[in-house]
């Protein structure tokens, strides 16, 4: 059985840094697509990073480029969001997801099956 269990989110100020993590189990990450994303109150879900174990792919949502690194330990099966210069439109619920997806990638949340209960980042001005 396939589960991901997300940690780490909290109330910061901004400018300021969380580490969220995506602890995986049921899967080996080989030929699978990991990713986070972010669901802001009235908003839709919408990708905020996302990787290809299958092609080595990374994506990343313009508003976040240069501000978040996506990065994994395999060994722990755990996914990582590292979020710096946090903003106060940041502020929302982070999923983690997963999707068996050999030679391919992708980070449209519909295209993902597995997902984690989420953890809430609020950013405060």
């Known amino acids: 059985e396939v589960q991901l269990v997300e940690s780490g989110g909290g109330l910061v100020q901004a400018g300021g840094s969380l580490r969220l993590s995506c602890a995986a189990s049921?899967?080996?990450?080989?030929?699978?697509?990991i990713g986070w994303f972010r669901q802001a109150p009235g908003k839709e879900r919408e990708g905020v990073s996302c990787?290809?174990?299958?092609?080595?792919?990374?994506y990343y949502a313009d508003s976040v480029k240069g501000r978040f690194t996506i990065s994994s330990d395999n060994a722990k099966m755990t996914v990582y969001l590292q979020m710096n210069s946090l903003k106060p439109e940041d502020t929302a619920v982070y999923y983690c997801?997963?999707?068996?997806?050999?030679?391919?990638?992708?980070?449209?949340?519909?295209?993902?099956?597995?997902w984690g209960q989420g953890t809430r980042v609020t950013v405060s001005s």
């Open positions: 997801a997963a999707d068996y997806r050999p030679g391919g990638s992708s980070c449209s949340s519909y295209d993902y099956y597995y």
């Open positions: 049921g899967f080996i990450f080989d030929d699978y697509v």
């Open positions: 990787i290809s174990y299958s092609d080595g792919n990374t």
